[in-house]
Structure formats: structure tokens, C-alpha cells
């Protein structure tokens, strides 16, 4: 059973990035990233397979890339041009699904998540 850390998050004015890891103890077949706003249900924001291939949810519109390290076991979300809108709590999560859906119900681990604030 992986166990997931998350950091980076952190404060910054709209416009600006961040970049968050997410560092496993293991090996899994698909890693994503959610994220939950207060009052709102956890949603999906990107997922990526061992292979390398990528899904994104459509609000991310080409502002954030997400990567793996896999022979370091991380992963990665880099997070340009943050709008206040992108503030939430943001979940590494993983799963031995070989295609699941960025839905959170089909990911199996989930780290302790990292806050991400965009406020001017």
C-alpha cells in the first residue's frame, strides 16, 4: 500500500505557479492530482499513467503540466497563470487502475493534501 506525501503548496497572486510533488513509498500503474474547495466535492484535476499518458480535467485549459519521476517515485503538478478559482486543497492520489477516470472513486490511495491559496 503506497503511502503519499504532498508539498509545495502554498500562497500567490493571481497570475503566478506553483509547482506541487507528491512523493510515494511505491510503485503504482496511474498517480492524479484532485483538489476540494470548501463547501465543494473533491474533483479531478490531472492524472498520468506509468506509460506517461495524461488526462486533464477541462478547467485546467492548458495551465498546468503533470509529471512523473518514476525511477524517484514522485509526482508532479506544475500550476501557471492560478486564478482565485484554484483554491482548494490539492490530493495526490494513486491507483493500480491501468485507465481510470479522473473521478476519485476509481483512485485507491490518497496523500494528506497540500493547500493552495490564489488571492491578491
Known amino acids: 500500500q503506497p503511502n503519499l506525501v504532498e508539498s509545495g503548496g502554498g500562497s500567490v497572486q493571481p497570475g503566478g505557479s506553483l509547482r506541487l510533488s507528491c512523493a510515494a513509498s511505491?510503485?503504482?500503474?496511474?498517480m492524479g492530482w484532485f483538489r476540494q474547495a470548501p463547501g465543494k466535492e473533491r474533483e479531478g484535476v490531472a492524472s498520468?499513467?506509468?506509460?506517461?499518458?495524461?488526462r486533464y480535467a477541462d478547467f485546467v485549459e492548458g495551465r498546468f503540466t503533470i509529471s512523473q519521476d518514476n525511477t524517484k517515485n514522485t509526482l508532479y503538478l506544475q500550476m501557471k497563470l492560478l486564478r482565485p478559482e484554484d483554491t482548494a486543497m490539492y490530493y495526490c492520489?494513486?491507483?493500480?487502475?491501468?485507465?481510470?477516470?479522473?473521478?476519485?472513486?476509481?483512485?485507491?490511495?490518497w496523500g494528506q493534501g497540500t493547500q493552495v491559496t490564489v488571492s491578491s
Open positions: 492520489a494513486a491507483t493500480y487502475r491501468v485507465a481510470p477516470r479522473l473521478l476519485s472513486g476509481d483512485f485507491d490511495y
Open positions: 511505491g510503485s503504482t500503474n496511474t
Open positions: 498520468i499513467a506509468r506509460l506517461g499518458w495524461t
